[in-house]
């Protein structure tokens, strides 16, 4: 089992920045993929990026290329969502997932944490 807990949300003007922390526990996520999602209310779950156990590929949404970033610290089970020239559209609450199965630059989620709530405004 792997029990994930998402931090770092909050309230920031159009054109800041935030940072999100997931802490996993339970086992290692070195050979998880790890993915960020949102929600916001009346909307469907949207994938916003996935980075491989290594570290060394992302995928991201086309809405967010070139302005999130994701990235992992293995020894630490630690991922993190930089989100730099926030939109007041990426107001949602935003969780993160791992599975280990990535499938056309996607995971369903085999785990996932409460999420953390991101509130942009204009």
Not at 11 to 18: E, I, T
Not at 70 to 99: H, P, W
């Amino acid at each position: 089992q792997v029990q994930l807990v998402e931090s770092g949300g909050g309230l920031v003007q159009a054109g800041g920045s935030l940072r999100l922390t997931c802490l996993a526990s339970g086992r290692s996520i070195s050979d998880y993929y790890m993915a960020w999602f949102r929600q916001a209310p009346g909307v469907e779950r949207e994938f916003v990026g996935v980075v491989s156990g290594s570290g060394d590929r992302t995928y991201y949404q086309d809405s967010v290329k070139g302005r999130f970033t994701i990235s992992r610290e293995n020894g630490k089970n630690v991922v993190y969502l930089q989100m730099n020239s926030l939109k007041v559209e990426d107001t949602a609450v935003y969780f993160c997932a791992a599975s280990r199965l990535l499938v056309n630059k996607r995971i369903n989620p085999n785990y996932r944490g409460q999420g953390t709530q991101v509130t942009v405004s204009s």
